[in-house]
């Protein structure tokens, strides 16, 4: 560290001295990169030309081998850990496959019959309950141990296991029977999602998971998330309370000064919860589409993207309900979002062999099921952007819709041209044919008039 601190004047952590920051070269508050110190190994972000200054430093005084991330594809290795540029805006990590290996070699499931398990804890009855539980041998307690190890020592990447792992840390002095069968049902999911790996994205200036504060205000946002010691954050002092950790009078100073902003979240949304108690695949699988963790042998795509839109799509939908007094616009839009969230929940479904005329699966080869969905879909939607047109533009929408109007009574009064007189010769007809007689021609009469003063004579000239 005295070496990074002579290169390029860096600033450690007085928390926790193995961070550093770089600050700005002409001693301002900007930070231009930091990194981490593990024993012999580094790991550094921030700008080229002074991460470069520290490389050359230390090579100067050391024999150094480094790696650098310059473009997509680009890797790096940090304590076991390959750190790779899949995007621009994606850094993966990715734990060593060699000691998932091991890991299976201890609990003997390396060459057992894989079997799919879709959560990584149980979430009713544990074995560990029933009293004929007996204790593990000297022998199995070791390779329990063992196994154990690596699982805390992995625990960081494997962020749907942290409950498992944390629960059977608390048995680790008298494993039993019951923690054994748990050992091995965590270490085949581990096994079954090996391809599930932690993303970094690129992150934006106000915007978290949950917090959204605006750009403008050029601050970082750090979301940390508990399932109850956020009420202690609020607290001044300690009065009653008997048993607690120093941190907790630092971070009440910090919320005092402004420093934190503690709230509640709800719980759909707290992602606390999975390193706190068992939870379902479906839960499991959504919390952890909010932590960007992918699926590599799936193009990256996010891990319970479906669960994350359907929780997206219903969360859309109650917050329309609750605005108040439900219009014709409103029912629309809850009825489109209602057919989006459906058709996410139905992508995965199995296909329904028992009713050839389900309307999720169409008719014979032509799907007019599946038709009559998207065409309703589609015009749902299309009737929300007209209805929110006319919403966000009265005026404009008023203009146009007068205009159609008279276009349309323009091209009425166009197209009736001598109608009124055809019609009337029409009705002639009619009533002529209604008397039983043919259809009888007026005789024309030419009438010549004289007027002389007051007298008027009318003569008929004849037929």
């Known amino acids: 560290m005295c070496e990074i601190r002579a290169a390029v004047a860096a600033e450690p952590l007085a928390e926790q001295p193995v961070l550093f920051r770089i600050p700005h070269a002409e001693g301002n508050h900007k930070c231009q990169g930091g990194g981490m110190v593990h024993v012999d190994d580094m790991l550094a972000a921030g700008l080229t030309a002074r991460l470069q200054e520290l490389e050359n430093h230390l090579k100067s005084k050391f024999k150094v081998s480094s790696e650098w991330i310059r473009q997509v594809g680009d890797e790096v290795s940090f304590l076991k850990r390959r750190l790779i540029l899949v995007s621009p805006n994606l850094l993966v990590v990715e734990p060593d496959i060699k000691y998932l290996e091991k890991l299976l070699k201890i609990t003997g499931l390396d060459g057992a019959k894989e079997r799919y398990k879709a959560a990584p804890f149980p979430t009713g009855g544990l074995p560990t309950d029933l009293s004929s539980d007996r204790e593990l041998n000297s022998e199995s307690a070791s390779k329990y141990r063992s196994a154990l190890g690596i699982l805390m020592y992995l625990a960081s990447d494997l962020l749907a296991c942290q409950f498992g792992i944390r629960f059977l840390s608390t048995h680790a002095h008298k494993p039993t029977e019951g923690c054994w069968k748990l050992l091995r049902h965590l270490t085949a999911y581990v096994n079954c999602h090996k391809s599930h790996v932690l993303c970094l994205a690129k992150p934006q200036l106000g915007q978290g998971l949950i917090c959204n ?17 956020w009420s202690l954050g609020n607290r001044q002092g ?38 706190t108690k068992p939870l379902k695949p479906e839960r499991v ?26 929780h997206r799509t219903r969360h859309h939908v109650s917050r329309i309900v609750k605005r ?4 014709p616009q409103l029912v629309l839009q809850i009825l489109a979002l209602a057919l989006q ?12 062999t028992h009713r050839d005329d389900a309307l999720s699966q169409g ?75 043919a259809p009888q021609v007026m005789p024309g009469v030419c009438v010549n008039v004289t007027v002389e003063g007051a007298k008027v004579s009318v003569d008929s000239v004849g037929p």
Not at 213 to 229: A, G, H, I, N, P
Not at 324 to 327: D, P, R
Not at 343 to 352: G, I, L, R
């Open 213 to 229: 504060r605006v750009s403008e205000q050029k601050t970082s946002t750090l979301e940390m998330f508990s399932d109850s010691d």
């Open 238 to 275: 300690v009065g009653r309370t008997r048993h607690i950790d120093g941190k907790l009078l630092w971070l009440q100073q910090m919320t005092q000064e402004k420093m934190l902003d503690i709230s509640p979240v709800g719980t759909a949304e707290n992602v606390g919860d999975l390193p």
């Open 285 to 310: 699988e959504f919390i952890l589409a909010r932590l960007n963790v992918r699926d590599k042998d799936c193009g990256y795509a996010l891990v319970g993207n479906a669960h994350l839109l359907d």
């Open 324 to 327: 108040g007094a439900v219009n």
């Open 341 to 352: 969230a459906d058709s996410v929940a139905s992508a995965d479904d199995e296909p329904n």
């Open 363 to 437: 008719t014979g080869e032509h799907g007019y099921g599946e038709m009559f969905w998207n065409f309703l879909e589609q015009l749902l939607y299309a009737i929300f952007l007209i209805a929110d047109f006319l919403a966000e533009h009265p005026m404009p929408s008023f203009i146009v819709s007068q205009c159609v109007i008279i276009a349309v009574l323009c091209g009425i009064f166009l197209c009736r041209g001598n109608r009124p007189e055809r019609l009337h010769e029409k009705a002639s007809e009619a009533a002529a044919c209604s008397d039983g007689s």
